[in-house]
C-alpha cells in the first residue's frame, strides 16, 4: 500500500471544543471551572478517526463567536 496513492474525497470539515482536565478548578488556580478552556480543533473524519487540521485556544474562538453574533443582533436591529 506504500506505494499507492492514497486519497479521499468528500472529507467533511468538523470542529469540536476539546476542554482543558481540569479535575479541581480551584488547584488549578481558578475560582470556578471555566468551560471554554482547553482548544477548538477543526479537523476532518478519515475512516472513522477525527484528524485535526487546525487547532486554536477554546477562549479566543468562543469570543470571536460571541462578537459576531453581537455584531449580527446589530445590525438586524438596525436595519428594522
Known sequence: MADEP???SSLTLHARHVPEDVTD?????YDVDEPTTGDFQIGV?????????FSEKAAKIFRIIEVGKEQQAASESSSE
Open 25 to 29: 478548578a480551584r488547584a488549578q488556580g
Open 6 to 8: 492514497y486519497s479521499q
Open 45 to 53: 473524519e478519515i475512516e472513522g478517526v477525527f484528524v485535526p487540521i
